[in-house]
């Protein structure tokens, strides 16, 4: 993986509650990815998402071993996103800190019985989408995750925006609209950020979906940093 600019994405992350890195993955490495969802084999579970009340469309939790991309993205992200994580749990006053390496981590939130793997391929059709939520599954929770593109916008499907809210103390809710191309990667938080104000700092809820599309296939990874109960 390219060296990222960390300190453009926490920049970013600070300012907007999103970052987004370009190309993170290769067109051919992203209909690699997307072609695996038709393979039951490689999955622990699938959601519909109309019969939970979740929104319209469905989803895989992939088992583990994972596929190597996705393995190999979430043990390269996690340190510097740990970096950030800690700095953010020091501003809102959190004691927890995370580890530097993401096996620790998983040790971690297994040993808490977090054992079942979190990383995701979502699929959407015509008129699907994904209502504004959280992606917390135990007492162990990373604070921030990831979503990347596997479609291409315009080609393969219209609409189908991912849309971000923060929940501001006594202020009305700011919506967030990330265009995103195939291969491109949104940095988000999993549910809180700290938000610098006159005072200091204070927390925001945050939450993420996808917008409903128009017309044709869409295919998002998700990677979520910390395993499920």
């Not at 007492?139 to 315009?154: G, K, R």
Request: glycine fraction near 8%.
């Amino acid at each position: 993986m390219r060296a990222l600019d960390w300190r453009q994405i926490e920049d970013e992350l600070n300012q907007y509650g999103c970052a987004v890195v370009p190309g993170l993955l290769n067109p051919a490495q992203c209909a690699a990815l997307a072609a695996q969802y038709d393979d039951a084999s490689r999955f622990r579970s699938k959601v519909v998402m109309q019969r939970h009340g979740f929104g319209q469309g469905e989803y895989q939790y992939w088992a583990y071993p994972l596929p190597e991309p996705v393995a190999e993205l979430r043990a390269a992200l996690y340190p510097p996103l740990a970096a950030i994580a800690n700095r953010w749990h020091a501003s809102m006053g959190i004691d927890s800190r995370f580890p530097v390496a993401h096996g620790d981590f998983l040790a971690r939130c297994h040993a808490a019985g977090q054992t079942r793997p979190t990383p995701l391929l979502l699929r959407y059709r015509s008129g699907d989408y994904n209502c504004l939520h959280q992606d917390l599954y135990g007492e162990h929770v990373f604070p921030l995750q990831l979503a990347v593109l596997l479609s291409c916008p315009h080609e393969d499907f219209t609409g189908g925006e991912f849309v971000l809210t923060e929940q501001r103390p006594r202020m009305q809710s700011r919506a967030e609209v990330v265009p995103l191309a195939q291969g491109d990667a949104v940095l988000f938080p999993v549910a809180q950020r700290p938000v610098n104000g006159t005072r200091g700092s204070y927390r925001v809820n945050m939450r993420h979906g996808v917008s409903r599309l128009r017309s044709g296939l869409r295919h998002t990874l998700g990677i979520i940093f910390h395993d499920a109960s």
